[in-house]
Each structure stands twice: as C-alpha cells, then as structure tokens.
C-alpha cells in the first residue's frame, strides 16, 4: 500500500524538490499531498512532477500560520491518514535585532515553530491511535549552533529542536518516530530573499560598528558561504528520502558533512565557547586563525562521522 505523505511549503526550493522525489519513486511507494499557502504558486511544482498529478501527487492548500487551514487540509485526506508528515515551511530573518520588530521576529515564530506545533496538534493524535508515523522536520544547523545575525532565525530553530527532542520520547512509547534534518546552507528562494531583505534593510536604528559589521562583513561573506558550502535542495531531497526509507532512521541527520565539523564543535566543548571562539575568528581574523581552525576542525571530523552512524534505540 502507498505512504501517504503530506508535505508543507511545497511551490519552492526543498519542500518541492521533496515533493517530487517521493512522488518519482519508480517502486511507486509513495502518495504525496504537496501543500502550499498560496496555490497560484503551484506552476514549478506541477512543471517538476510532470506525469505524477493525480496519480503520485495530489497539491493542496495549507498554511502553516492558520490552524482552520491545516485541520481542512488533513480532512481532505482519506482516512485522514497522513503516515508521513514532512514539516518544511519555514521563513529567515537576518540582520542585527536593534533593526528588526518584535512583530518580525513573531512572525518568524509563529511559522517556524508554531506552525510545526499546529501541524502536530492536528496529525500526531492520529498517528499515536494508529501506533505509526514518521514526523520528519526540516530543521536547521542552526538548530543546534547560533550563527553571527541569525540570532531569531536560529532562536526559532532552537525551539523547534527542543520541542521535538522532548516529544521523541513521548512518541518512542506509541512507536512513532520523529527524525530532524538538519541541512547547513542550501542555494534556494531562502537564500536569495534573505540576502535582499539584508541588502534593503533599514540599518540607521543600529549604531555604526554593528550596521558595518552586518554589511562588510556578514553581507559581504553571505554568497561566498553558500558558493562554497551551498548544497542543492534536490541533495536534501536525497537525504530526507533515505531517512524516510531507513528501517531505524535516526533523530537527528544533518546533510552537509562539509559543515559537521562545525556543528561538532559544540559537543567538543561542555562550556560552549570553542563554537563561539571558532566562529569569532572565522569571521573577524579569518586570514590569521582560518587554517589553524580548518585544520583543528579537520582533527574532530571523526567524531561527527560516527555520529552520522547513529540509530535510534529500539523500543
Ligand atoms: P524556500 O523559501 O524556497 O521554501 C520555504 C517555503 O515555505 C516556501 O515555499 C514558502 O512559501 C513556504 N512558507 C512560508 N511560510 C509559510 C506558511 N505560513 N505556510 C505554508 N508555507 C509557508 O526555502 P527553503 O530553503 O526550501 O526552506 C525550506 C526549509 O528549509 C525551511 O524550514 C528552512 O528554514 C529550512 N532550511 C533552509 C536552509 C537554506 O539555506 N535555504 C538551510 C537550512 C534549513
């Protein structure tokens, strides 16, 4: 029998890259309810699962911002069966947060978290009657470590990590499993939004060292960071297949081993400051401290290999 699996922000970047794998499956093991806010933004989806429509894949609206949205969108589903939920919608914010409202940084809440937390609400009593269910969330690297002016972004991040981290345990006892994917920087509609937002954002609310260190240093460094490190959102898409497939897919999966050794760097550290220090000198004496990092980060790598490895205990 197909897997049902509903999938959030679908008309873009890693949401539709997702959408169309599981919908290609050649074995077929896969039905997918693509969603979108905003359902005049469904011509790349369609274009991309070209032969899949109404077959594989099936595209509804849901907002993640709006519980009416989502409990409409679930009870269209036969059965109301959702086996997969891949929880992707999710919005950045950049920048120092003396030139950001309150109301900015809400809004980034309430879609990255709150909106998982609506989805569960309505999906996980389900899946817990039915004793199955695998909740994938589209996380973040920097749900495990802050980065230099994403300090809400990665608040948001941070919060989703913690709730489901708790909830694991919760979901251990009726068999469901929850996996969070955690790419590093990936090229999509994120990124380039994010930059322009940055490029065009009123800095006179920040003093003078903080407005130049945003615009020569973080927005002068941002492309770099994604040409270099950038993954595509089709690779997270591969990623995210795997951990779908795999018999005891882990709780936590980050897709770009390029950046592991930095996230590494936390768990190297009880007191929390090498991540800190590293990324201090990464940024402000790159030319002087940025090979002794490298190679240093180089000595950890092992460490998050083996954590790549890592199940999740049979219950
Ligand atoms: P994207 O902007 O292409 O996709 C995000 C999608 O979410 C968009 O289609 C957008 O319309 C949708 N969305 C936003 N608010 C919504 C709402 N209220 N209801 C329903 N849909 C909504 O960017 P992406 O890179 O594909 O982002 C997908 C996920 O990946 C996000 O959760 C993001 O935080 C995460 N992520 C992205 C990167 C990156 O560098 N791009 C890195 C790590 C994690």
Redesign the pocket.
Known sequence: PLKNVLI??C?????LAIAVKLAKDEQRRFKVYAT??NLSKQDDLVAAAEGCMGKTMEIKQ????CEESIKNCVSSIPDRKVDILVS?????LIGPIECQTVDQMKTVMD??FF?LVRLLKEILPDMKKRKSGHIVI?S?VMGIQGILFNDVYAASKFAVEGFCESLAIQALKFKLQLSLIE????V????K?VYEDGLTMDLSAADKETAEMFTNVYLKNYKSIFQSLGQT?EDVAEHTMKIILAENPPFRHQTNTLYTPMTTLKYADPNGDLPIDTFYKMVFQHDKVFNASLNFIKLLRWRSKKSFDLGKPQS
């Open positions: 959030t922000g008309s873009s970047g890693i949401g979108m806010r849901l907002d993640v911002c992707n919608a999710g919005m950045g879609t990255n909106g589209i973040s790419p590093g920087p990936v999509t509609e994120f990124e939004k959102a």
